[in-house]
């Protein structure tokens, strides 16, 4: 046991090299034949210690040390089996091995075993194993969740949050809401460290239905969710404690607060910095990931840095252009591709050709079936490589396969409304306009789809006005089809709740438009025209302003 003790002080003081120390753990272990509880104390100390840079442990010893406890997996504390669970997930040593007899153990502790840190511990290492339903972690969340929730610490209460809502089940949401008061009692007293709140963040943000907002700023959450992130947004900006949080803590972050749809203006600032000072230091997936969720907050990436620095905007582009062959982007799968582009497209920038080339020849035609239009990708990933080429006006013939299976892939039925308002979008434009498809999607809405947000019904009427401008004499509906646009048009009327100062705003992209042609016409002074013209995919109103006759 002492030579265990003396082990685990080289390891923490570094003065022995951690695959070293494994080696010396395997050979302890080895030696000792039936190892007792005080042993097997001082090698789980031993484990948790070197888990906390599992990288530098070949694999072969982590499983080696895995399989010596498995057969004294039954002697062990609930603490100790806790911190051993926990460290092998860290260390994501293959769950075949000790993972179902480490189950058998843990479900053994008796009810009233586990105390409220011992708890945040085990919950986190579920979810860091996918261990999302089986009798176990029912019974932590049904039983022993919320007799622990009122004993909660400000180093565990996110945490606990955190792994709650990952694991899910019917009683998240109730534990989470219990925890509040505690949580914002902690908040206020300055206790609750920045990865706390980024975490609880991540937690509330699971709470909302997980779809882009169809009008900007309003929150995706309930209610109570979203009075706690503001909470926790005033938190972060007091304490400033983006600066203080490692790089995927600041994606965590920016990806939850886009789930929840808007964010204060101190800490979209904050965040902005974060992303022009972390940008080096994310695997091109997470770039994907903030590039898109930067667009969803609107975050403004393209304005300069307080400190004068470079805009992170600029730094994306020249971090995207400059990879050769796409290099810095060869290990990101269609799916990331798409959110990078997706998110360029939304920030009004536009991608890279180069971007474009790459996605299409190395991530689209090879899972493309010769000479057939099928394709494997996700619907979702459709739906962003149509949007965004749509919103960039880059035309390619393999995109307009991408849009067909984007809107039949599936059901329309099982299509989001901001998915839905995104197909109708990139329906408009020239190059990839359908007109049959149009029509579809528009018998869709007349028989099918409720329509209750005015920045939806907007997209829908632009695009039922797109179709009738593509109508001729050798096309024209039939009677049925007739009527059943009549009823699109009277669901996508203007309704007296709905704000008079959206009503020519059915895209971030288009508000641009018209501040360009606001700016082109407020120069104009000889012009006495009130009209309406169609830019696709735009449909903008020209107010010129009246000339009175001098006369």
């Known amino acids: 046991m002492f030579g265990l003790r003396g082990l685990r002080a080289s390891i923490r003081s570094k003065r022995l090299c951690k695959d070293t120390a494994a080696s010396r753990l395997l050979d302890a272990l080895t030696a000792t034949q039936n190892p007792q509880s005080d042993v097997l104390i001082e090698a ?326 010769p000479g057939s239009s099928v394709h494997h990708l996700l619907r979702p990933t459709a739906i962003r490589l149509s949007l965004a080429a749509a919103k960039a006006d880059f035309k390619h013939e393999l995109l307009r396969d991408v849009l067909q299976h984007a809107i039949f892939a599936g059901p329309l039925e099982s299509l989001s409304d901001d998915a839905f308002a995104a197909i109708v979008y990139a329906l408009m434009h020239p190059f990839y306009c359908r007109r049959r498809f149009l029509l579809e999607l528009l018998m869709h809405v007349a028989s099918f789809r409720h329509v209750g947000t005015q920045s939806l019904a907007l997209q829908i009427r632009l695009g039922l006005v797109h179709f009738m401008f593509c109508t001729n004499s050798s096309r024209m509906p039939s009677s049925t089809q007739i009527h059943l646009l009549s009823k699109v048009e009277v669901k996508t009327s203007e309704k007296a709740e709905w704000s008079r100062s959206l009503r020519s705003r059915p895209s971030a992209l288009q508000s641009d438009v018209h501040f360009q042609l606001n700016a082109i016409t407020g120069s104009a002074t000889e012009a006495a025209v009130g009209s309406e013209v169609l830019l696709w995919p735009f449909c903008v109103d020209l107010l010129w302003p009246r000339v009175e006759n001098a006369s």
């Open 44 to 369: 789980s100390l031993c484990v948790n210690e070197l888990s906390k840079s599992a990288k530098d442990v070949g694999t072969e010893k982590w499983e080696s040390i895995a399989q010596h406890f498995v057969p004294n997996l039954a002697k062990m504390s609930a603490r100790n089996l806790t911190m051993l669970v926990n460290a092998l997930s860290h260390a994501r040593v293959r769950q075949e091995i000790w993972f179902s007899e480490a189950l058998t153990a843990l479900d053994m502790v008796p009810k009233k075993g586990y105390s409220a840190q011992d708890l945040c511990v085990l919950l986190s290492s579920m979810v860091r194993l996918s261990c999302h339903d089986g009798s176990f972690v029912q019974r932590l969340l049904e039983e022993e969740c919320p007799r622990r929730v009122l004993e909660l610490e400000p180093r565990g209460i996110a945490g606990f949050a955190h792994a709650v809502t990952r694991l899910g089940g019917t009683g998240a949401e109730s534990l989470v809401q219990a925890l509040l008061p505690k949580m914002r009692s902690f908040l206020s007293e300055g206790v609750l460290l920045p990865l706390e709140m980024a975490l609880a963040i991540d937690a509330l943000s699971r709470f909302g239905d997980g779809g882009e907002p169809l009008v900007h700023g309003t929150s995706q959450l309930p209610r109570w969710a979203d009075e706690a992130t503001s909470d926790l947004e005033d938190g972060l900006c007091a304490q400033k404690g983006v600066s203080r949080l490692k790089p995927l803590e600041v994606v965590m972050v920016i990806s939850a607060l886009s789930r929840r749809g808007f964010v204060g203006a101190d800490l979209a600032a904050a965040l902005s910095s974060a992303v022009a000072a972390h940008l080096a230091k994310w695997p091109p997936e997470e770039l994907c990931i903030v590039v898109h969720s930067a667009a969803r907050l609107d975050l403004r990436l393209d304005l300069p840095l307080v400190d004068g620095g470079k805009a992170p905007l600029m730094s994306i582009l020249d971090v995207v252009s400059d990879s050769k062959d796409g290099h810095f982007l060869k290990e990101c799968s269609p799916d990331h591709l798409a959110l990078l582009l997706h998110g360029l497209a939304k920030l009004l920038v536009q991608p890279p050709t180069a971007l474009w080339k790459f996605v299409l020849e190395t991530r689209i035609t090879r899972i493309t079936s």
